[in-house]
């Protein structure tokens, strides 16, 4: 469908969560895996409550924000509206965001250097609060982009846990734009098995289809749920 084109969007695209979720049932029947095993996060960033409320009203109750700030300014009141939801942190993480990351934050996609770890490991054990954690790789070793590279990502993983105390529960990466994704995604699965680490959060709206073919256990969509500005 066309989305709207106004340049400030506050409806969600019609029937975009409806495609979506019958997109997620394709892939994962064409891959042999069952659709419980493929957590759905819808990317909400740069939408206010207005155009989020009717995708919670649609039964979705898990959403992905890029920066604190922003969470932190829209979702407390949304969390006292509706019941069970979950929010998790895609976008960079400042150390000095770390104590609001891990209060408002369920899941943290972006566990990517040792500053991160020491701020994230202090917050968890003052606030008895544990959010899922996930490594964010750049696999395409691109410099203007977060994440720990392939080759030193075995080394961070144990430092992690070792150093840090820090419980990782899988990988995220966001491959480069020019390229294909499938082999990006190949590289994450592969390093996340020799790390025993289960979960992979990859795939957006272009991609995630492929994902779920590389073992994805979280997608994160946006554009294809709630349109474009």
Known sequence: MTPPTTSSLTEPLPGGLVTVEQDIARACKEARRDRATVQLIAV????????????????????????????????????????GLALHLIGPLQSNKAKEAVALFDAIHSVDRPSICEALAKEINSQKKQPELFVQLNTGEEPQKAGVAPGEADAFITGCREKYGLLISGLMCIPPVDQAPAPHFALTAKIAARNGLKNLSMGMSADFAIAIQFGATHIRVGSAIFGHR
């Not at 992905?64 to 019941?83: C, D, F, I, T």
């Open 44 to 83: 909400s960033k740069t939408f206010d409550a207005s155009a989020i409320s009717p995708i919670i009203d649609a039964g979705q109750r898990v959403f992905g924000e890029n920066r604190v700030q922003e969470a932190k300014a829209k979702w407390p009141g949304l969390m006292s509206a509706y019941q």
